[in-house]
């Protein structure tokens, strides 16, 4: 683990501190007290002028260095400024003199956090729980760096005494939650979920990861319910995934149009993914729609000329249909691109023996059989002719 030490501020920052102050009129280092200076920053840190708020905290430290006050708003400007290692060094300094500041260690907690040293994080907020053991966020900061680190089981404690402290909170239900996801624990999950969303309504992630609960747990109804109450509060954020998840939903409910009804829409938005076409084939087929499905086929391998898989399955629907024409065109691709294909040799020998050539369909047909084409499969007068590649 990495470790990261409090940077002391230099001799020459120091100097650069008394010569500003030093250059300031003595009315404006003078004029307030500490308190009053600090007011004064925290007023400024409340409205987003952080810089502003530091000028401040620095003269309240000219007037006393030891202000604890001072140093731990000086941190926290630091700290919304995300400049960590000052922020770091003015709580350590806080915390000198005041070892009971619990927000110190969050703070200082949530930067370690932030750098991904989370054995340290886990320390300050150990810290923070010593001093008060019924501090739920101090729980909750501490269950996501166990969460980080894989410790699954120690972050749902974590998330369970916090729970315990603060039973209205809506973000510890939605951190369990999570947890309880990541877990496989599906019924716990959307539990929290749910009870995120009481607490929550506005929230759209919460909703989210509910439907991702209902989902793995093959709750398709509650999923379609779910996905349908997003679009509909919060149109802005479905997206792509979503209308797969609402495909796959209907699909496994045999809710075949309103699955095709799904797909359509995803390969409105990126027609160049040939996996949505696809998925919509699959349904067609389901539907009994053979020429819808075929028509998707073709749009994959308009987009992937050398994707065996959908050139074979064209080759098949074309045969279904008698098509011979086709059936030898697609045959002939497939060899072209696998040369040992049994499958496309004996759709060539067939056609050639439906077109009444049944000495051209014979050497075709014989190389079938010994590429491995189950003799089953094979019509009786091809069988017949392939008879030789058949091993004995």
Known sequence: MKHYFLRHLSHHLLLAVLLFVGAMPASLAQSYTVRENVEKGKAEMEKGFFEEALSYFNRALMIDSRSEEALFERGRAFWWMKKYDDALYDFQMALDIDPNRIDSYILMGTIYYEKKNYT???????????????????????????????????ALDDYNQAIRFEPNMAVLYFGRGQCNLELHNYEAAESDFSQAMQLAPDQAHYLEE??????????????????????????ALFET?????????????????????AVSVIIEKTPQEASYYAERASYFKLMNQPDNALQDYLSIVALEPDNIMYLEAIGEMYAAQENLEQTLVYAQKIVDLQPENAQAHYWIGWVFLRQGNPKTAKPVLVKAAQLGYPKEKMEASAQKLAKKGFSK
């Open 241 to 261: 995934f979503h209308y797969g998840l609402l495909a796959t939903s209907h699909g496994m409910l045999q809710n075949y149009p309103q699955a095709v009804e």
């Open 120 to 154: 340290d994080a886990i320390d300050k907020y150990n810290k923070a729980l010593a001093l008060s053991p019924n501090y739920a966020l101090a729980y909750n900061y501490r269950a996501e760096c166990h969460k980080e680190m894989g410790l699954l089981n120690d």
């Open 210 to 235: 509910r439907i991702s609960a209902r989902f793995l747990k093959q709750d398709f109804v509650g999923t379609i319910e779910d996905l349908q109450g997003l679009k509909e509060s919060f149109p």
